[in-house]
């Protein structure tokens, strides 16, 4: 697969909140959207030291990680430990459960399916921004 010509299956969401990372991801994942996710998220982090994050899933397919270095994985699980509060899963499956364990006492995360996204955007104090 040629990565370059591939649509990104990871998008940045615009949102109300400076210090919200929100994105969408569609369809498949490859080794190079995990990339970008970590990238966006690193660019997130090093604005605001502790952020929330909406992970909207839609017609979500499935993640092939298995190109993707193992430092990168780490190094993004370190940051997301380090200044995520609170997260918010929408639609697709729930893996909230399987992460939960590996979470910070004072993270939250929570899961909403995809007919009640406006619930998550409510719990995290935030908005998204019309497209123009």
Same mark, same amino acid.
Request: hydrophobic share 40%; with cysteine; charged share 30%.
């Given at each position: 697969?040629?990565?370059?010509?591939?649509?990104?299956a990871? %998008? %940045?969401?615009?949102?109300?909140?400076?210090? *919200?990372?929100a994105?969408?991801?569609? +369809?498949?994942?490859?080794?190079?959207?995990?990339?970008? $996710?970590?990238? $966006?998220?690193?660019?997130?982090?090093?604005?605001?030291? %502790?952020?929330?994050? $909406?992970?909207? *899933?839609?017609?979500?397919?499935?993640?092939?990680?298995?190109?993707?270095?193992?430092?990168?994985?780490?190094?993004?699980?370190?940051?997301?430990?380090a200044?995520?509060?609170?997260?918010?899963?929408? +639609? +697709?499956?729930?893996?909230?459960?399987r992460?939960?364990?590996? $979470?910070?006492?004072?993270?939250?995360?929570?899961?909403?399916p995809?007919?009640?996204?406006?619930?998550?955007?409510?719990?995290? +104090?935030?908005?998204?921004?019309?497209?123009?």
């Amino acid at each position: 697969m040629n990565y370059l010509e591939a649509v990104p299956a990871i %998008r %940045r969401i615009d949102s109300s909140r400076d210090d *919200l990372f929100a994105i969408d991801i569609v +369809g498949e994942v490859n080794s190079a959207d995990a990339e970008n $996710l970590y990238g $966006l998220l690193e660019a997130a982090c090093a604005l605001h030291p %502790r952020v929330d994050v $909406l992970v909207r *899933l839609t017609d979500f397919d499935t993640a092939d990680w298995s190109e993707t270095s193992p430092q990168t994985i780490e190094q993004g699980r370190q940051m997301a430990l380090a200044h995520v509060r609170r997260c918010a899963s929408v +639609g +697709g499956p729930d893996w909230t459960r399987r992460i939960r364990a590996e $979470l910070q006492p004072e993270q939250e995360l929570r899961y909403f399916p995809a007919e009640r996204e406006a619930e998550a955007w409510e719990w995290l +104090g935030a908005k998204p921004k019309k497209s123009t």
